[in-house]
Nanobody, 123 residues
Framework: VQLQASGGGLVQAEGSLRLSCAAS????????MGWFRQAPGKERDFVAAIAWSGGSTYCADSSKGRFTISRDNAKNTVYLQMNSLKLDDTAVYYC?????????????????WGQGTLVTVSS
């Protein structure tokens, strides 16, 4: 599986962005998809995940109420809608795929990663 993340950019605080992650291949629906982020000088953090079945979503406490993850298996794409963005949300955002995964927050379980898209939130 190859993943291509897009949609990052510069946005003012309290603004919104929608990230997309397009996957290659015909097995996208078998993968739980996750979003992670890494801010400069910090470790990679879990943001959100959506189960391969699409029935369950998981969200980090820092994202709850502001970020929504969704997927469209017909388009082999997972989305991250980010609202009410804060300065602390500035990071490179990565999408990742975990075959039949249970929505794990530990990125080491994800087999495939996209190249990342930069989100910069300004004041």
């Amino acid at each position: 599986v190859q993943l291509q993340a897009s949609g990052g950019g510069l946005v003012q605080a309290e603004g919104s962005l929608r990230l997309s992650c397009a996957a290659s291949g015909r097995t996208f629906s078998r993968y739980t998809m996750g979003w992670f982020r890494q801010a400069p000088g910090k470790e990679r953090d879990f943001v959100a995940a959506i189960a391969w079945s699409g029935g369950s979503t998981y969200c980090a406490d820092s994202s709850k109420g502001r970020f929504t993850i969704s997927r469209d298996n017909a388009k082999n794409t997972v989305y991250l809608q980010m609202n009410s963005l804060k300065l602390d949300d500035t990071a490179v955002y990565y999408c990742a795929a975990d075959l039949y995964g249970p929505g794990r927050r530990d990125g080491t379980f994800y087999e495939y990663w996209g190249q990342g898209t930069l989100v910069t939130v300004s004041s």
